[in-house]
């Protein structure tokens, strides 16, 4: 399966951890896309990255939450010090580009923080 | 900021009834608009996507329809199916000034086929 891979699927957290969510793009993608969605809800861009660069990190909270997207290796959306709030399904989007590229969708990380 | 609405937010028709999802953006840049389906406990996966430079595109059962004048787009499913059930979101890719691609997602709708 050549999709973008999210792991793992589902994580629980107590209240003051950590959380780390791992995204595998698509083979070939280079650019990585990191989304929440609460229940009933759409989805809201968090931040976009390119291997080893932040792009645009206008939906990102200030504190908190940080991503990378390593030379070798997954991106990683790091939630630190979690609370209630934090509770939602994030996804990971891949494509090829930017301009009108696709994105390809993982499958997401059900986060829940008790 | 940028935005998109997406009416209806449920929808309920017969098998081989055709549906119709509508979507309204805020951002006159913007030129790409894609559609997602997503089913229970998966990512949204991509269906149809539609570029600025064109009023229409089809594929099999689906179709979709973009007025750049209206700042509106619309997903047409035609012969539903009961695998169509899903929920189903409309996209804008937001340029602003940064230029960066992220997409803003309407609020979605959930879509039931009735065997």
């Known amino acids: 399966n050549a999709g973008v891979m999210q792991n793992p699927r589902h994580l629980v957290r107590r209240r003051g951890q950590e959380a780390r969510l791992r995204c595998s793009p698509m083979k070939g993608h280079s650019h990585v896309y990191w989304y929440r969605q609460l229940p009933e809800e759409g989805l809201k861009f968090m931040v976009y990255?390119?291997?080893?660069?932040?792009?645009?990190e206008s939906g990102m909270p200030k504190e908190r939450f940080s991503a990378e997207f390593p030379k070798e290796g997954p991106s990683i959306l790091r939630i630190q010090q979690v609370v209630r709030g934090d509770s939602a399904a994030y996804f990971c989007?891949?494509?090829?580009?930017?301009?009108?590229?696709?994105?390809?969708f993982g499958d997401g990380t059900r986060l829940s923080i008790l | 900021g940028e935005n998109v609405e997406q009416h209806p937010s449920t929808l309920s028709v017969q098998e081989g009834d055709s549906a119709v999802i509508k979507c309204t953006y805020s951002d006159s840049a913007s030129n790409y608009f894609p559609w997602y389906k997503q089913e229970l406990g998966k990512g949204p996966q991509l269906i149809i996507d539609i570029r600025s430079n064109v009023g229409e595109k089809k594929d099999q059962r689906i179709a979709v329809t973009l007025n750049k004048t209206a700042k509106h787009f619309s997903l047409h499913i035609t012969e539903t199916q009961p695998e169509d059930s899903a929920v189903y979101f409309c996209a804008a890719r937001g340029l602003g000034s940064s230029n960066t691609g992220k997409l803003i997602f309407g609020q979605g709708t959930t879509l039931q086929v009735k065997p």
């Open positions: 990255l390119q291997k080893e660069n932040i792009i645009d």
């Open positions: 989007a891949s494509s090829q580009g930017t301009g009108n590229q696709p994105q390809h």
